[in-house]
T-cell receptor, first 107, second 118 residues
Framework: DIRMTQSPSTLSASVGDTVTITCRATQNIHHWLAWHQQRPGKAPKVLIF???KLETGVPSRFSGSGSGTEFTLTISSLQPDDFASYYCQQYTSYPLTFGGGTQIQIK | QVQLVQSATEVTKPGASVKVSCKAS????????INWLRQAPGQGLEWLGW????????KYLEHLQDRITLTVDPTTPTTYMELRSLRPDDTAIYFCARTDYADYIDSWGQGTLITVSS
């Protein structure tokens, strides 16, 4: 199985900050990576697919990059709605696997 | 719009079985697959299995495959996840999620809390 590792696991930031989350895969997943946002008590919501493509309706302050085994999610100018948990997920092979998550907290 | 609506919260006992439903609407049901995932309290996301709704083919997480069954009723259209021989560590929120031909999750159900407790 492909193991996904995210860092950091928690991140404290303020409204207006720019933050970056890193995700690493144990083998080459090309660009088959998605990022999901999960607010407390809610289902996840997909933000980015194919490493860098924004899902319809997702604000442009979210961006993704990377390929192969290393990927990043950047959120520019954090908004109050962005304080949530974020998960990377590979879909190059089954079982689909997720990173452990990054929780963005208000500083 | 695409909607995946799941059945309600359940509380059940160790050793019992549970069957969770996921009713789809707003898209051509046969063109996508349905995955099931879970999230234990305070934990991350774990993929459990996948069903190709066009033909009923399934794929399961290896360590669960003797306890889990996914089925589909294309007439309603609803998919079901049954989990048997429940243990306390099966306590989690269970999600269904749609994937396209590239296996990309693009929609999630709202989640169903299953609590296993004596």
């Amino acid at each position: 199985d492909i193991r996904m590792t995210q860092s950091p696991s928690t991140l404290s930031a303020s409204v207006g900050d720019t933050v970056t989350i890193t995700c690493r895969a144990t083998q080459n997943i090309h660009h088959w990576l998605a990022w999901h946002q999960q607010r407390p008590g809610k289902a996840p919501k997909v933000l980015i697919f194919k490493a860098s493509k924004l899902e319809t309706g997702v604000p442009s302050r979210f961006s993704g990059s990377g390929s192969g085994t290393e990927f990043t999610l950047t959120i520019s100018s954090l908004q109050p709605d962005d304080f949530a948990s974020y998960y990377c997920q590979q879909y190059t092979s089954y079982p689909l696997t997720f990173g452990g998550g990054t929780q963005i907290q208000i500083k | 719009q695409v909607q995946l609506v799941q059945s309600a919260t359940e509380v059940t006992k160790p050793g019992a079985s549970v069957k969770v439903s996921c009713k789809a609407s707003g898209y051509h049901f046969q063109s996508y697959n349905i995955n099931w995932l879970r999230q234990a309290p305070g934990q991350g996301l774990e993929w459990l299995g996948w069903i190709r709704v066009s033909n009923g083919n399934t794929k399961y997480l290896e360590h669960l495959q003797d306890r889990i069954t996914l089925t589909v009723d294309p007439t309603t259209p609803t998919t079901y996840m049954e989990l048997r021989s429940l243990r306390p560590d099966d306590t989690a929120i269970y999600f269904c999620a749609r994937t396209d031909y590239a296996d990309y999750i693009d929609s999630w159900g709202q989640g169903t809390l299953i609590t296993v407790s004596s």
